[in-house]
């Protein structure tokens, strides 16, 4: 007998949860851009896959809050204001600040070596992309969901690593693309790193507020820029 869950066979659900891992990287790059309407036929036929598997993953994917649906508009890719977008960084700015403090205190020492290791793995992914962006891949591959963790503090892993979490890398992406963003990012990430190795609260703290900021401060003047060029085209 098929075992099941949530009334979806193990099969279906594995399926789902491959597509939907699929389907979040496309979302995150912007194969699948902010604002597209979802389209099941399109998707079933793209990923090979059934309409039941799909559903369960558009599913996950509301729940993750990259999908939204709206009445009589259907399922369409999430796409911020930048009121909303400058609000989800204040908001990162102070809670993965305070994040940082306790990863230097609380970090231990494997753990450390072993974010540095993933930094010089990241360095060799923008290289090879001749710094035209910086990708993480999701969990243990994020410096940021690393920091997190190193905080030793699950009320922060909960805020940080699960509701605003795939919006929040989707965005930092997105918006690291084509400039030069990505190789001064990497090189904060690398004097966070040390702060945190040299077991120094406040100065992890403030790199981490002043990193995040600098990425805000990125992404408003790339919207900024994008709102004057369609101004001006309709002028």
Known sequence: MT??????????????????????????????????????????????????????????????????????????????????????????????????????????????????????????????LEGRSYFQKEGDLDFHYRIVQGSKNEKLLELLGSDLYHLVRMYRYQFSVSSSRPKRALKEHHQIVDAIEARDPELAELLMRRHIS??????????NMATDLKGENHG
Request: charged share 35%.
């Open 214 to 223: 600098a990425a805000r401060k990125n992404i408003e003047a790339k919207l």
């Open 3 to 128: 075992e099941m869950a949530n009334d979806i066979p193990i099969e279906s659900r594995t399926l789902a949860d491959k597509v939907c891992e699929q389907i979040v990287t496309a979302i995150i790059v912007g194969d699948i851009p902010p604002g597209q309407k979802i389209s099941e036929p399109e998707l079933a036929r793209t990923y090979g896959i059934s309409r039941g598997p799909l559903r369960e993953a558009i599913r996950r994917l509301e729940g993750l809050r990259l999908i939204e649906r709206k009445p009589h508009v259907g399922a369409r890719v999430v796409k911020l204001s930048l009121k909303e977008l400058v609000e989800i960084y204040r908001v990162r700015e102070a809670l993965e600040g305070m994040a940082c403090r306790m990863a230097a205190e609380f970090m231990p020492a494997n753990e450390i070596a072993s974010l540095r290791a993933l930094l010089e793995e990241h360095e060799r992914d923008v290289e090879q």
